[in-house]
């Protein structure tokens, strides 16, 4: 089975088991409006490559890793988009969990993602006992407090940011967890792959400031040149778009040169390849040629 | 230690692990004002009487399970308080979260409190990993869909609502894994235990009606009549206050009945007792004397 369809199997087999009949009805459905039809999965494929990489001994638990932490993501998405953050109307193309089932739904839908990950992880690991409180701690680390995609949001509430650890914490965060929690869910040493998410993550971070200063809302799927209006960091805003282009490009090539000797280090090249193609708009990459 | 000092120390290692400098200072400031000073404890200590019936051999491990489900409920408790939901202004006789730091500062307290309480299961259940998949899943049953706390409080956002569930799953959930996690995390069976949380989870939500229509804002520390002005269900509204009352001691003698032969079945009792002394604001215990 490919990549796309394991990930995406197990993100419908987690959202299944809530849509039970003791389950409000409308939660259900803004649950599964959250996370189908989703994005471009990046986290939860980066998790398998790193895993395929390792040598990927517990399919079963490198998949529970890799749909747990795409959870985390729609709901901090979910989270994000409410009318006390960036009040988004549109999300993937369409409505924002709270334009379609309202406020209070789209809290609880965020709060039952998190929790569902956490959940899908032990349900889903069990063949692997011993390897669940690691891979626990490395996704929770990513998402809460001190240094987690929670974390990350909260220093827009303080009135002198720390924006190295802003971006580090509310983006790179989760790309790290994809690459150690990929690692430790097949039973390899996750520390070396500790680099790779962190580089992985701050390009995604340059490529969505990129996206969010020059980009067509309708290639993206969700509203331009909201930084700028919200009054919020931007790098391409910061060191014009061509430094923001050259730093993609250092990024990658720090991606790429991070990986450790592995037998998929082929494969993992390739999606970091595909990826550059993929985060700049079309545009742009003709404007920069 | 006594089991309020265990709780107390429990819950403060995990909001510490969150406060050091990565972290934004308001949102540790956040955390840290939903969490202490406490209400009275009642699902931890319910926790840590249950393991200590079944023979309490791993303290660590229930201390865990006891701080995960407290936390679990102040994160409901601040993300109830929201503007979108109740809209409430003080909580424990103070404050709410989103009052004393903006609402932004309270979606992502609460989000934090969740994956804390998972976090604090992996760290200090550590020594005990073939505990935790079971723990991890009464904890999360009790919380996500389809049938946890965030389920009860959607029924609130449907059309037509499912009264016993609402309840079941607003209140009794965390009861119930209260229990059922105690007994689980000192390698105790948790099945014949859930009954005694199911009876006290409603036994909870009554006495919580009760004070609702006729307890004093001050003596409880919340405003009072919430049910009635919001449309909310509410037993002793529908049932009157004497019907109310008897209900109540129905489920406590039930839930006194309901508790396993094991060694500490006097000291549980003795807590049930307390409880029901504590849970009737005094002028009602007068009036029904």
Redesign the interface.
């Known amino acids: 089975m490919d990549a796309g369809m394991r990930i995406e199997q197990t993100l419908n087999r987690a959202v299944m ?12 459905a803004a ?1 599964r409006h959250a996370v189908f039809p989703g994005g471009a999965r990046i986290r939860p494929r980066l998790c398998l490559a790193v895993a395929a990489a390792c040598g990927g001994d517990a399919p079963e638990v490198t998949d529970a890793a890799a749909a747990a932490i795409e959870l985390l993501h729609c ?1 901090s998405l979910v ?1 994000d988009d ?1 009318p ?2 960036d009040n988004a109307d549109t999300r993937r193309g369409r409505a924002t969990v709270h334009r379609a ?5 789209a ?2 839908a ?3 993602l ?3 990950a ?2 899908t ?3 889903e ?2 063949s692997m ?2 390897r ?2 690691g891979l ?2 490395s996704v ?2 990513a ?6 995609i ?2 990350g ?6 009135t002198s940011i ?1 924006l190295e ?1 802003y971006h580090r ?1 509310k983006t790179g965060a989760l790309f790290t967890a994809a690459t150690v929690a990929g690692a430790a869910s097949a039973g390899a040493d996750p520390d070396p792959w500790r680099a790779l998410g962190d580089y992985l993550g701050e390009a995604y971070q340059v490529a969505d400031d990129i996206r969010d200063l020059v980009a067509d809302a309708a290639e993206i799927g969700k509203p331009v040149g909201r930084d700028a209006s919200l009054g919020r960091p931007n790098a391409a805003l910061a060191q014009g778009l061509d430094g923001a282009l050259d730093r993609l490009d250092e990024l990658l090539a720090g991606a790429a040169a991070s990986i450790p000797d592995c037998i998929g280090a082929d494969t993992l090249d390739a999606l970091i390849q595909s990826e550059k193609v993929r985060l700049v708009p079309k545009g742009v990459a003709r404007r920069a040629a």
Request: charged share 15%; hydrophobic share 50%; proline share 10%.
């Open positions: 088991r809530g849509e039970t009949s003791g389950c409000p009805p409308r939660l259900a649950i709901a989270h409410l006390c953050f089932f309202g406020e209070p739904l809290v609880l965020g709060d039952a998190i929790v569902m956490f959940q992880l032990a349900l690991a069990a006992p011993l669940l409180p626990m701690l929770a680390r998402v809460g407090v001190p240094t987690g929670v974390a949001q909260a220093w827009e509430c303080e720390n650890l914490e």
